[in-house]
């Protein structure tokens, strides 16, 4: 790997890869066809897909950035994989582009990575693969800065299954073409497993031309980054850091905005909980804290006094 790269672009450029090498894990298992359900708790699966790819990830990236933290979902990992589970090469393409020099001198004690090695796991095990995503998430001092979402069951115009998006704060994105969502319309994207009453009262505040409900957090990003929807709303409890921190790099990358509901950023300190306890709201091309505000006061309210510490 070129060492010459500064630290950031490094990190950025072999999690594209890892992403990859991590869809097509999650490929395999399913085509094997023994998907190894634990629950882990309420409507919270992992399966040996889940287990396989964080290996695969926290392995690859661990050899090469030994002294940067990394919180994969699934846990302490065992990181004796075989070879074909390593991935030593950075995407190449990546290298290639200017970093921006607010990240430039960066080093490993700034960073956090935060793996979610297969988001939408609810919906995998129902079927609904293509909500399904690999999230490598990368902080710097606290703040969501850049991310790879990787979507295994993306269909490329050639057949070829499988799509990586990048965002970078100051370098803007890659992998995919945005596109603005419709004017005179409102469209949600929120959960298709984890609503409740609440939640409910948050999303029929926004009187929404159009409801998707849709698995995973960075789906719902994707489908904010292609204009198929203006907000996504999630108004409880239940979302970790894994999950928003490669979505909320993306957005913001693009010029969106990721927040919990009462409009504030989470941090993503190594020592942060990992529950994201009041919520996400996400948006691109509005003005966020009219949407924030469009939340009732009591609801929000309610919202944070419900969450419990779960870390
Ligand atoms: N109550 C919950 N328990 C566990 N994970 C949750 C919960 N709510 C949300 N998540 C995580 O956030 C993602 C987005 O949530 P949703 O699809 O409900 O909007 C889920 O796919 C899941 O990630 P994962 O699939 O990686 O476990
Ligand atoms: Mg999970
Ligand atoms: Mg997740
Ligand atoms: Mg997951």
Redesign the pocket.
């Known amino acids: 790997m070129a060492t010459t790269s500064p630290l950031i672009m490094r990190i950025m450029a072999l999690s594209i890869n890892t992403a990859k090498r991590a869809g097509c894990i999650i490929r395999d298992v399913m085509q094997q066809g023994d998907l190894g359900i634990v629950d882990k ?4 699966p992992q399966t040996e897909a889940d287990r396989s790819a964080q290996r695969s990830i926290i392995a690859s990236l661990t050899k090469q950035f030994p002294r940067i933290k990394i919180i994969g ?1 699934e846990g302490c990992s065992d990181l004796n994989v075989c070879a074909d589970w390593l991935v030593e090469e950075p995407d190449q393409d990546f290298l290639q582009q200017a970093c921006p020099s607010k990240w430039r001198d960066a080093e490993d004690e700034d960073f956090v990575i935060w793996v ?1 090695p ?6 995998y095990t129902q079927g609904f693969v293509e909500h399904v995503t690999v999230l490598i998430g990368i902080a710097v001092k606290d703040s969501a800065v850049g991310g790879i979402i990787h979507q295994p069951y993306y269909k490329q115009p050639s057949g070829e299954l499988g799509r990586t998006i990048w965002g970078l704060k100051g370098l803007g994105t890659g992998g995919f073409t945005s596109k603005a969502a419709p004017e005179g319309q409102f469209i949600i994207t ?5 609503s409740n009453a609440l939640h409910q009262q948050a999303l029929d505040a926004f009187s929404a031309t159009e409801i998707l409900k ?4 960075g789906f ?1 990003v994707l489908q904010l980054l292609e204009g198929k929807a203006h907000a996504y709303v ?1 108004a409880t409890p ?3 850091k894994w ?1 928003t921190c490669a979505p909320e790099a993306v957005l913001e990358a693009l010029g969106g905005t990721l927040t919990d509901i009462n409009g504030t950023h989470y941090s993503y300190h190594a020592d942060v909980e990992h529950v994201n306890r009041t919520g996400v709201l996400a948006s691109l091309g509005q003005n966020h804290t009219q949407l924030v505000e469009k939340i009732p006061a009591d609801v929000r309210q309610a919202v944070s006094a419900k969450a419990t510490k779960t870390n």
């Open positions: 708790g309420k409507n919270d979902e979610d297969l988001d939408g796991t609810a919906e929120t959960t298709r497993s984890h849709v698995g995973g957090a719902k999630f239940g979302c970790k999950d």
